[in-house]
């Protein structure tokens, strides 16, 4: 089966860095995704990662350890924009559905 | 920049009735999705569609839900008697080839609806 699992919500201030952890367990590997989701709109792509280690694009960064079915989103510079659900979510198979977590809703404050 | 278009975006409608939500996907896409999320809850599968049949779905797929891609662009979803817990919002998405590098669905902006 599948089961991912996100903290359910964290805090932090504007212009500092967070890390929001996911932790998989899958039947077969096929990558993992990071969304962002802002409330009431839909998920945006922000990160793909199939090989282990640091992905990097732009102030956000993603992270997989494939043999501890972990991966990590980092925020850097943080915006009050980035306030915002991270969703994390993995291929059930080669060509199919994506699971979702239950999301990390990230609060910004100034 | 392509992107998936959903109609409309927000649909109220009674217990018992029909409702059809419409998605165009990204043209040159293969699979389609039908995802739904429940307000605060997390985003779950529905059914996948390619090559004009369904590929897969879910649990909550029954016998009350169909899709359907009735010409070349539109990708439709139909609940044919509508419950109270259909109350969600549904989110299309598409997939160029699904297992190449670089992948990732594209999701539309999502309709919600509201079932009295």
Known sequence: GQNIDQPTEMTATEGAIVQINCTYQTSGFNGLFWYQQ????APTFLSYNVLDGLEEKGRFSSFLSRSKGYSYLLLKELQMKDSASYLCAAPYNQGGKLIFGQGTELSVKP | EPEV???PSHQVTQMGQEVILRCVPISNHLYFYWYRQILGQKVEFLV????NEISEKSEIFDDQFSVERPDGSNFTLKIRSTKL???AMYFCASEPVPGTSGREQYFGPGTRLTVT
């Open chain 2, 48 to 51: 996948s569609f390619y090559n």
């Open chain 1, 38 to 41: 802002h409330a009431g709109e």
């Open chain 2, 85 to 87: 817990e259909d109350s």
């Open chain 2, 5 to 7: 278009t959903q109609t």
